[in-house]
T-cell receptor
């Protein structure tokens, strides 16, 4: 049973471009969480999704950021018109129910 | 004031020592999580607990709901335990502590 997969592991974007981060949860898991870790800072919650539903997006910046978890396929975190301040590690986690979360390896986004 | 406070921020121990990391929180929670982040950045969920005590190998986690406090203990510490340990709580929202950086010296 493969763990949580995230791709790409490293992503470089120029300012103004779009970044798409993908997260494939563990098999059977229908809950997905996205977290951001800015350089030299702690983890911050961004969004919690179940299949086709956003449950809690209280941690998402109001502009440029969006997330989805379609019926089929991975969860996508999309950042439009990236800025240097978006450079961070983005972690995804999944769970079977609202219980123990399993983390992916993260995507390190660098905005140049 | 942060909703989740951890102490100490940094901890250096000799191999074999018993280690305790503390976490206090100020919000209502449904669960508390202890996470381990390795130097390479990967994150592992160690425990999720809402009451009492859990044990996994050399790791023990306790929580006191009335006092809003949790501790993570590592017995017979080893250099491979060197990592950042993060306390997180889930309730109405998700809150993370800033982490405790542990270094175990051989």
């Amino acid at each position: 049973n493969a763990g949580v997969m995230q791709n790409p592991r490293h992503l470089v974007r120029r300012r103004g471009q779009e970044a798409r981060l993908r997260c494939s949860p563990m098999k059977g898991h229908s809950h997905v969480y996205w977290y951001r870790q800015l350089p030299e800072e702690g983890l911050k919650f961004m969004v919690y999704l179940q299949k086709e539903n956003i449950i809690d997006e209280s941690g998402m910046p109001k502009e440029r950021f969006s997330a989805e978890f379609p019926k089929e396929g991975p969860s996508i975190l999309r950042i439009q018109q990236v800025v240097r301040g978006d450079s961070a590690a983005y972690f995804c986690a999944s769970s079977l129910r609202q219980d123990e979360q399993y983390f992916g390896p993260g995507t390190r986004l660098t905005v140049t | 004031k942060n909703e989740v406070e951890q102490s100490p921020q940094n901890l250096t121990a000799q191999e074999g020592e018993f280690i305790t990391i503390n976490c206090s929180y100020s919000v209502g929670i449904s669960a508390l999580h202890w996470l381990q982040q390795h130097p390479g950045g990967g994150i592992v969920s160690l425990f999720m607990l809402s009451s009492g005590k859990k044990k996994h190998g050399r790791l023990i986690a306790t929580i006191n709901i009335q006092e809003k406090h949790s501790s993570l203990h590592i017995t017979a510490s080893h250099p491979r335990d060197s990592a950042v340990y993060i306390c997180a709580v889930t309730g109405n929202q998700f809150y993370f502590g800033t982490g405790t950086s542990l270094t175990v010296i051989p």
